[in-house]
């Protein structure tokens, strides 16, 4: 998977704290992008960045780096021409909405998927009425 994301041109922003890799946060540029937990994945349009696969080492947590990160990742990428990005969590991942929230991301839908297994199938707003 690594491979796949260098070789596809991906970023990987890396924050240290001393000689510890505190965080680090992917971004896409191009390409399909799996939402696996959501049981879809996307296209990445034009000028579109997708932030992904983010993750802020235990020791370090508290010291906002997470919302920090995902806010440079932003600026960069608007500095560079990008006119729309992306992020997304799990429903359960509240530590991750908050940081989203304080980086100044917005929801603008909520995707969900029926988990079998490893399996996740997505459903549509009607499907998750009729499975509730």
Aim: net charge positive; aromatic share 10%; glycine share 10%.
């Amino acid at each position: 998977e690594l491979g796949l994301r260098i070789e596809r041109g991906d970023d990987c922003y890396v924050g240290w704290v001393g000689k510890d890799v505190a965080h680090y946060s992917w971004v896409q540029h191009r390409g399909i992008h799996p939402i696996t937990s959501a049981g879809t994945s996307v296209e990445i349009a034009p000028a579109t960045f997708w932030i992904y696969n983010c993750h802020t080492a235990h020791a370090h947590r508290g010291r906002r780096l997470y919302p920090r990160t995902l806010q440079r990742i932003a600026n960069e990428s608007f500095a560079a021409g990008a006119t729309e990005g992306w992020i997304y969590t799990s429903a359960d991942n509240v530590a991750s909405q908050h940081g989203v929230f304080r980086a100044g991301f917005q929801v603008v839908d909520t995707l969900r998927a029926l988990r079998v297994g490893q399996h996740y199938r997505a459903l549509n707003r009607d499907d998750a009425m009729n499975a509730a």
